[in-house]
């Protein structure tokens, strides 16, 4: 089956990881038709906060109160580094950019300011993030001024516990208390699932129930935690009318994946992406990916749709991801790239790609293996040259970076999709004045 569109997208974007969908997003914002293909599961895994860069170096582990700075750092200590070499105005611009988005599609997020913020995880650990969703926010800083709190958890809710969050903590916020509620309607269940008791609190009837549960256990409490379950789809509501009912600053906390917030994540960038005109073939993979210099364009197998797709784009986006995402696939002797076979920074032989000691706080060196790109964030082949005039890759596929240690995973997606659309779109817009 050939795509039933016969021109050409401008763009297509392989991929609907974070990168994929900021790539797919800013494509659409300058006016490029594109088209995106890939599964947007991998986003069911993110907390929902959006980290710039809140951890360098690495092998310090040293956090950062300003993302700004910290990126500043990076570029004079490591200058290959995809966020290094983006211009800071760029990263905001990038930023503001997505989160608009998301405010626009009915998931409001804190405004970004200057400065990263400390949050509270499922476990009790501290962990450093730049863009949070409203609904978190009163976390931050409730953890900043740690004033008497109450944490509730729900039994039969798995991995997250409210009294483990708390002792964690207790020697440094002694006002921080826990209480355990069963879920109203839920209470002969054992196990209970995050996604369900979001939607189950959109209903008028459970959230009010809840609500008169937790009222009595405030006591002195001056905010509310509670993990990350306040409603998927009218999530700003549910966590409004807590905060209206209860009187306090209520937040919610990251639980384990597949999250809430992750879901609500990917609704709304699917939202976002559908209002604004991408085409998308979710179900779908690019089998093979072909360049015809005649035409200027690169035609795009897919498969995973019945019978057989073709697409066409001017310009390509490789935001195929890592290991986990399958842009990346490790065999025995070395690292490929998995649909063009694009050479890969790696170390020179598998015995290197681990330190001797798994938890080394400086990482593995295959963490940072990766696709080599050149100024325009084209990826190069094995004679240093672009694989493709507007070929560009995006997110965690680049080399030179380990963005789980980094704390800049959303960063690297977000300000990486920012720059090469940039330069997609100059080149477009060239070719067409050429
Ligand atoms: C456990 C976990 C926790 C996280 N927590 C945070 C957090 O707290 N803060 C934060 O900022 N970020 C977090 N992230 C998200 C992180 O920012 C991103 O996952 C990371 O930046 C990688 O994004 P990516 O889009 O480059 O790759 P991926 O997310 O791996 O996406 C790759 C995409 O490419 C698709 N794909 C691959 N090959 C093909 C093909 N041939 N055809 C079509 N599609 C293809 C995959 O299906 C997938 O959609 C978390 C991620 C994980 C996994």
Redesign the pocket.
């Known amino acids: 089956m050939m795509d039933a569109r016969r021109d050409p997208y401008d763009v297509a974007v392989?991929?609907?990881?974070?990168?994929?969908m900021a790539a797919a997003l800013f494509a659409a914002e300058q006016g490029l038709s594109c088209i995106q293909?890939?599964?947007?599961?991998?986003l069911l895994?993110?907390?929902g906060?959006?980290?710039l860069l809140g951890v360098h170096p690495v092998a310090e582990g040293r956090r950062w109160q300003s993302p700004y700075d910290a990126l500043a750092a990076l570029a004079q200590d490591e200058p290959g580094h995809p966020l290094a070499r983006i211009d800071v105005a760029s990263i905001r611009a990038a930023f503001e950019c997505f989160v608009t988005a998301l405010g626009g599609a009915g998931l409001s997020y804190a405004p970004l300011g200057e400065r990263n913020r400390q949050l509270l995880t499922s476990i009790g650990t501290i962990?450093t993030?730049f863009g949070v969703p409203g609904s978190m926010v009163a976390g931050a800083d409730a953890l900043a001024a740690r004033p008497p709190c109450l944490l509730v958890d729900f039994r039969g809710l798995r991995e997250f516990s409210a009294a483990q969050i708390a002792a964690t903590l207790a020697g440094h916020w002694p006002g921080l208390r826990h209480q355990r509620i069963e879920f109203p309607g839920y209470e002969a269940a054992t196990e209970l699932y995050a996604a369900h008791l979001a939607r189950a609190l959109e209903t008028g009837e459970t959230r009010g129930r809840t609500i008169a549960l937790v009222k009595p256990l405030l006591g002195d409490a001056q905010a509310l935690g509670v993990p990350a379950l306040l409603g998927l789809a009218r999530a700003s509501a549910v966590h409004a009318e807590f905060e209206a009912e209860l009187g306090v600053p209520v937040f919610e906390i990251p639980t384990m994946?597949t999250s809430v917030p992750g879901l609500r994540l990917l609704a709304a960038l699917e939202s976002a992406l559908g209002g604004r005109g991408v085409h998308r073939r979710q179900q779908?993979?690019?089998h093979a990916l072909a360049f015809d210099a005649d035409a200027g364009t690169a035609v795009l197998e897919l498969g995973g749709v019945p019978g057989r797709e073709q697409v066409s784009a001017r310009a390509v986006v490789l935001?195929?991801?890592?290991f986990?995402?399958?842009?990346l696939r490790a065999d025995r002797d070395a690292v490929r790239e998995?649909?063009l076979g694009i050479p890969v920074q790696q170390p020179d032989s598998r015995a290197a790609w681990h330190q001797r000691d798994f938890l080394d706080p400086a990482g593995h060196a295959l963490n940072r293996a990766g696709l080599r790109v050149d100024e325009a964030w084209r990826p190069l082949d094995a004679g240093g040259k672009p694989v493709w005039p507007r070929l560009f890759a995006v997110?965690?596929?680049l080399a030179q970076q380990d963005?789980m240690r980094a704390k800049c995973?959303?960063?690297?997606?977000i300000g990486t999709a920012w720059a090469a659309i940039a330069q997609a779109g100059a080149a477009l817009r060239a070719s067409a004045a050429g």
């Open positions: 392989i991929g609907a990881g974070m990168a994929g293909i890939g599964n947007g599961g991998s895994f993110a907390s906060l959006l980290d962990k993030s994946p779908a993979t690019v935001a195929t991801g890592r986990t995402g399958r842009g998995s649909i997110g965690s596929i963005w995973g959303s960063g690297l997606a």
